[in-house]
């Protein structure tokens, strides 16, 4: 199920979600129960996004390559959004983490073609070279990114923590003496 010129409107109780340049582009991953929902019949639903599959825009100012882990229901994109299916002999978390190196990120602005609004096609992406180590090595690269990626998740959590507790504290010493007008 392709949505090429425009995002479906959300059908509210449909049984798949669609997701947008936008959605691939700001946090990641999505927020899959604010996504516009349609109804897909058996067909389309073969074509639905796997886990594994790697997003990556075609258009627009940032091109990052997100890893699909799955969601609630089946998923489409909408627009132009390439699906990378890595092939066996290829970890498609490493792919992904390649795909986002600054050199290649940089490589994929040197591909993009149009002078008003700048786009990737596939012929450019297919032109993408792709170091490929063996497979337990991409495995290990995979493993120390996602590390990385959990660590980075926890320290956010930690400062959030921080602000609160914060927060918390200013909010005791202002209440016990009645200062609040």
Known sequence: MTFRD???LDGGDGNACVLAIRDIVSRWPADYPSLPKVDANDDQLADQLREGDILLPGRGSSYPARLFRGAPLP??????IFAIRPHQGVQSSYLCWYLNR??????ITQLLAGSAIQALNK???LRIEVALPPLERQQYIAELQALAEQRSRLRQELEQLDHAEI???CEALLAPRGLHG
């Open 6 to 8: 425009r995002s479906p």
């Open 102 to 107: 600054p050199d290649i990120q940089a490589g």
């Open 123 to 125: 012929s450019s992406l």
């Open 167 to 169: 927060e918390h504290a």
């Open 75 to 80: 998923v489409f994109t909408s627009g132009q």
